[in-house]
């Protein structure tokens, strides 16, 4: 006798729109007339996750706009990737290291709007960066372990190079000095318009992935953030075998789908 095709049966919660995960089990199609029972595909878990070893020893970079959901992906990715037995070495910018995260303090003081030159700031983004790849990431890809970092140089090019007004090339040749033969094997951009980053941003509704209180870099105005938005995406044009750009409008479960299906294309 042939076996029924195994599901996912949840409820739906009576106070929300939301699926609510509820009851896992398998059962047959013929349990879908159960009253507030509804199908949904079976979780990633259960999904063929083998591909995920094809991480081992990488380099991946989560960047993009402020409110652009990717740190909520980047917490989503390294708990699939853990679980399946594979190391990750998880590191911020700026920060990361006892000197990193000190310059962090400097950066994203709100005090610090007006007394920081443009130049100052990218020399000390990159300051933090260098001790970050010299003390952490190398010694990680030797190991072995995938490398997850919530933004790196790609955020200098955007923020300090097309809205900051510095010369991409003069950030550039400065990299080579901080990172020397240390860049990503994949920088994936979670691109969003500027309405739906506004809403994020909401200190009403940030949660965890931002704290209550704008920092600097978030107030600096509308038409800086989307020269900051334009910036990334026109680093991905530029090189767009190292760059995966995922439309991150939608709820993080479609924007997590899409980011897994364009590692599985671009990690072989």
């Not at 991946?60 to 399946?84: E, I, W």
């Not at 600097?216 to 026109?234: N, P, T």
């Amino acid at each position: 006798m042939k076996r029924p095709d195994r599901h996912v049966l949840i409820s739906l919660h009576p106070r929300s729109s939301a699926f609510i995960p509820d009851t896992f089990s398998t059962f047959s199609p013929r349990d879908v007339s159960r009253p507030g029972m509804v199908y949904l595909r079976p979780p990633m878990a259960d999904r063929n996750t083998t591909w995920l070893n094809n991480l081992r020893g990488r380099f991946v970079v989560f960047d993009g706009p402020d409110g652009s959901g990717k740190s909520t992906q980047f917490t989503r990715l390294d708990a699939m990737v853990k679980s399946a037995g594979i190391e990750v070495c998880e590191v911020r910018e700026p920060g990361g290291t006892y000197i990193g995260e000190q310059v962090r303090q400097v950066l994203l003081d709100p005090s610090n709007t007006d007394e920081v030159d443009i130049r100052c700031e990218m020399l000390l983004f990159m300051a933090s960066r260098a001790q970050l790849v010299a003390e952490r990431i190398n010694p990680a890809i030797e190991a072995g372990k995938l490398v997850l970092a919530d933004r790196f140089i790609s955020s200098t090019l955007a923020y300090q190079g097309t809205a900051g007004g510095i010369d991409v090339a003069d950030i550039l040749r400065v990299g080579q000095i901080a990172l020397r033969q240390t860049w990503p094997d994949l920088v994936v951009v979670f691109d969003v318009d500027l309405a739906t980053a506004r809403k994020r941003m909401n200190p009403l509704l940030r949660e965890n992935e931002f704290d209550a209180t704008h920092d600097r870099m978030e107030i600096k105005g509308a038409a800086f953030h989307q020269k900051v938005r334009q910036g990334y995406l026109d680093q991905a044009e530029n090189d767009p075998d190292r760059y995966l750009v995922i439309d991150a409008r939608d709820d993080e479960d479609v924007v997590f789908d899409r980011l897994i299906d364009g590692l599985k294309q671009k990690i072989q």
